[in-house]
């Protein structure tokens, strides 16, 4: 790993146990996705100005009027959505910077990254290849239509909030898989977990958050 992967002062190794220590305290059990944030340079996919504050769990601005998640949020999300097992492809909705998608693509073999910002997704794509990451595919799409060309998915992880579950999402999603939705405008969103089997399709309450909103032609508020 190089050591601007690593980091040095506020963003290194240390910094990130302590972080950690934090998402352990608040609930993360899983091993795999704990390492894997431990893992992911997450200094290199905010602004260089807010650098010093990357292990923070907090939710920090990106530009476009866009965030990346707070790391609590993408742990729990990752960690529902890998609860059953390991996933062979995985569609995430809403790349942003890029680093929910380091996440993921350090557990799954295969992950396809749909991003509406053009400009965001060819900078979070610069950052995952000069990462090491060979195993991602992106699309400057609306985000409301997933990506049918590669369905069906084992999980689906959606980053922006549409007000209700967009129909073309659930289609796309395998019998057997999962899906981390965060659904509601304003700040009624509530974090679910679908899930398909032969009998239809179960939802769960995970969590009240706030994402930004689902900009498209299904998700639009």
Do not use: C
């Not at 240390?14 to 608040?26: A, E, G, N, Q, V």
């Not at 602004?47 to 998640?69: F, H, K, N, W």
């Not at 290849?129 to 985000?143: E, Q």
């Amino acid at each position: 790993m190089t050591s601007s992967s690593t980091g040095i002062g506020m963003t290194s190794q240390r910094t990130r146990d302590r972080l950690i220590k934090r998402l352990r305290d608040m609930g993360i059990v899983n091993q795999r996705v704990l390492e894997a944030i431990r893992q992911t340079p997450r200094h290199l996919f905010v602004e260089e100005a807010l650098a010093s504050r990357a292990y923070e769990d907090t939710a920090l601005p990106i530009g476009y009027g866009q965030t990346v998640s707070q790391p609590y949020i993408v742990a729990l999300m990752t960690q529902a959505l890998l609860a059953e097992g390991p996933m062979n492809t995985v569609l995430e909705v809403g790349g942003g910077s890029g680093y929910q998608t380091a996440v993921l693509a350090g557990l799954v073999d295969e992950v396809y990254s749909v991003e509406r910002i053009g400009p965001l997704m060819h900078l979070a794509r610069q950052r995952l290849f000069s990462s090491g990451y060979r195993n991602i595919h992106y699309k400057v799409s609306d985000g409301s239509w997933g990506w049918p060309e590669h369905a069906p998915y084992d999980g689906i992880m959606v980053s922006a909030a549409p007000v209700e579950v967009p129909q073309t999402l659930l289609q796309q999603l395998a019998t057997g898989g999962r899906m981390v939705i965060p659904v509601g405008a304003g700040d009624r969103q509530e974090l679910l977990l679908i899930a398909a089997n032969e009998e239809g399709m179960t939802r769960t309450h995970l969590e009240h958050v706030n994402f930004v909103p689902l900009i498209g032609g299904q998700g639009r508020p």
